[in-house]
């Protein structure tokens, strides 16, 4: 069934033609499509033969005692007998069919109730997957541009390793700690500092790794080693820097290096 014959037959004119409500235009229109399109002629056939069943649901008959009594009460005139049995009929044909275009307009209305709720649910649901796909535009685009800083941050490291100037340290730990292995790029031209740890050796809960500089008499606390952030990182830049040293302290970290537990250093010189 073709789109055009659909919309038709939701217009609800082939009802109100079944029950002469339809004006000459839309009769017309109704007879044209009756005679043009199966489809609609079966429809036709179909709503009469529901009215029809309607109709016979809905008439009640008066009972043939009072017919009977309304026709000796009058006189034998054949006019006034055939025009009160004419009206009776009359105002029955006028009950039956207002009863059957009652329940069709109850009818036609709820089917375009269905109709529009069945749209305004449509119409939600639309505009709750343009919402879903607006977020996911929204979504995407904040990865996309996360990823973006990344590789910026990723090319940037990946610059100062490959620099002439970059110098490479591996640090290795001593017997206390034989696994740990960790290196350091410096570059003291743009005075900076990156280290990558490889490896540590697991430390109860309650110490950790910590790294030092060492200058002139002092050691300054470059940060915690944690093996869980196995990446290359920058650490403080230490001008004039004698050596690094790794360390275990306390968990969070000392603001004086233990040298005693010293696991691991290595010479800048």
């Known amino acids: 069934m073709n789109e055009k014959i659909t919309t038709f037959l939701n217009s609800g004119l082939l009802e109100k033609y079944l029950v002469g409500a339809t004006d000459a235009a839309e009769t017309a229109k109704?007879?044209?499509?009756?005679?043009?399109?199966?489809e609609v002629q079966n429809a036709y056939n179909t709503l009469q033969f529901n009215l029809e069943i309607v109709a016979k649901k809905n008439a009640i008959e008066a009972p043939k005692s009072i017919l009977d009594n309304i026709i000796e009460t009058l006189d034998d005139r054949p006019l006034i007998k055939l025009s009160t049995l004419n009206k009776y009929k009359s105002w029955y044909k006028i009950g039956v069919a207002a009863c059957v275009a009652s329940?069709?307009?109850?009818?036609?209305?709820?089917?375009?109730y269905k109709q529009n709720q069945k749209?305004?649910?449509?119409?939600?649901?639309?505009?709750?997957?343009?919402?879903?796909v607006v977020d996911e535009i929204f979504d995407l685009r904040s990865d996309i541009e996360n990823n973006n800083k990344k590789l910026d941050a990723v090319m940037q490291q990946f610059i100062k390793l490959?620099?002439?100037?970059?110098?490479?340290?591996?640090?290795?730990?001593?017997?206390?700690?034989?696994?740990?292995?960790?290196?350091?790029?410096?570059?003291?031209?743009?005075?900076?500092?990156?280290i990558d740890v490889v490896s540590l050796p697991k430390l109860p809960e309650e110490q950790c790794y910590q790294i030092w500089a060492e200058l002139q008499g002092k050691m300054v606390s470059l940060g915690i080693l944690n093996e869980a952030d196995r990446q290359l990182r920058a650490i403080p830049y230490t001008e004039n820097a004698l050596a690094l040293n790794i360390t275990i302290?306390?968990?969070?970290?000392?603001?004086?290096?233990?040298?005693n537990n010293s696991v691991a250093t290595i010479s800048l010189q």
């Open 162 to 194: 490959n620099d002439p100037e970059t110098y490479k340290y591996i640090i290795q730990g001593n017997s206390r700690a034989k696994e740990l292995k960790t290196v350091a790029y410096i570059n003291p031209r743009e005075k900076t500092s990156m």
């Open 30 to 38: 109704v007879e044209t499509y009756i005679s043009k399109y199966p």
């Open 119 to 132: 749209l305004n649910d449509y119409n939600s649901l639309l505009n709750e997957e343009n919402q879903v």
């Open 103 to 112: 329940i069709i307009f109850a009818g036609t209305s709820f089917m375009f």
């Open 249 to 259: 302290e306390p968990k969070g970290g000392n603001s004086i290096a233990s040298l």
